[in-house]
């Protein structure tokens, strides 16, 4: 999924009285137009399943609650608990996307693609939580066990293995292009894999009457909810640390730039992620002197590059004749040696 990154236009306006040049114009407005279009559909197909989610762990949390209240099923409670969160957690995902498809402003340059993030971040902490209650909760039904009807635990436990079934066929699409999404397809997952463990827990208890099973099923579970929301939380926080994404390393996107012809060297660059699969990047770039027009092709060859290998759609160009030095307490000035003006030439 591609999403074109609005700027306010405060941030297009530099000098260029030393012949630097910055880009601001990421693509053509047709190709904008195109990608905002792509940006609409999938936000609007992704709220759909968020939604379609939410009706069927609601449903499922009520029978789970009452079914775990008549027959003394910690595993089953423990479900509709999470269910409970999940159901939250869904609502966080689906306002999150409704507010990252509203515009950029003067204040918010971005946007707000950002509250997908934080929303995945929260889903992530909560799953947790939940899980560590979980566990304390059978830890204390081993230190003391109590009886469990099986047979309406099992009963319960397929329906709600079914119904999760159905809730994460519905978000793998955007599961793997939308971190949100894929935070609420965890939820999901989780509560799939809790029904997988009553299920087996129902089917003991009937033919053996080890009550054990149950909490002893409720903490594995909880040990897998935790292994894939650390990984969401630990994906989260990067981002919002605007970390270098992981499939991209930085000496690698220096050397292929720096390929091109007309270009000397790429330095000072830093790479980030907006928002799901929407990587951006700025870049000081040293070029051979040339003309002003060769320049705006040379720009453009560099965002071709970008885009086509490391997916960055998002770029801020500096065009240079010599190395500046980036530190932050001393002035750099550059000073480019460009042929003499031809005075029989008109200006």
């Not at 635990?153 to 397929?158: D, K």
């Not at 994906?235 to 730039?257: F, G, K, N």
């Not at 960055?312 to 010599?322: D, G, M, P, R, V």
Request: aromatic content about 6%.
């Amino acid at each position: 999924m591609t999403i074109p990154v609005r700027q306010s236009g405060r941030h297009e306006q530099h000098d260029h009285d030393h012949d630097e040049a910055h880009d601001h114009e990421h693509h053509e407005h047709g190709h904008d137009e195109g990608h905002a279009h792509g940006l609409n559909l999938a936000a609007a197909g992704g709220r759909r399943g968020l939604l379609i989610a939410l009706s069927i762990t609601v449903l499922m949390m009520v029978a789970e609650l009452v079914g775990g209240l008549i027959s003394n099923s910690l595993a089953l409670l423990s479900d509709a608990g999470h269910m409970l969160t999940d159901n939250l957690a869904l609502l966080l995902s689906f306002f999150a996307m409704k507010f990252a498809t509203m515009p950029a402003t003067d204040r918010r340059t971005f946007g707000f693609y950002r509250l997908e993030i934080l929303a995945a971040l929260i889903n992530g902490v909560i799953l947790v939580l939940i899980s560590i209650y979980i566990i304390y909760e059978a830890y204390l039904r081993i230190l003391d066990p109590q009886p469990v009807q099986g047979t309406l635990m099992l009963v319960v436990a397929i329906i709600g293995l079914v119904a999760n079934i159905i809730g994460a066929l519905v978000l793998t699409k955007h599961s793997h292009t939308n971190l949100n999404i894929r935070g609420a397809y965890l939820h999901i997952i989780g509560d799939a894999l809790s029904s997988v463990g009553v299920v087996v827990g129902g089917a003991v208890i009937l033919l053996t009457g080890w009550y054990l099973i149950d909490p002893i099923l409720s903490i594995l579970i909880s040990f897998v909810i935790m292994y894939g929301a650390w990984a969401l939380v630990k994906e989260s926080v990067s981002i919002l640390l605007e970390s270098v994404p992981s499939h991209i390393a930085i000496d690698t996107v220096a050397a292929e730039i720096a390929k091109l012809a007309g270009v000397r060297e790429a330095y000072h660059i830093h790479v980030w992620t907006i928002t799901s699969g929407v990587h951006a990047m700025s870049a000081h770039v040293i070029i051979d002197d040339q003309l002003v027009s060769r320049s705006r092709d040379l720009l453009d060859e560099i965002r071709a590059l970008l885009a086509e290998k490391f997916k960055i759609l998002h770029s801020t160009i500096q065009l240079e004749c010599e190395r500046c030095d980036m530190n932050l307490n001393t002035e750099c000035k550059l000073v480019c040696k460009l042929p003499a003006p031809d005075p029989h030439k008109p200006s």
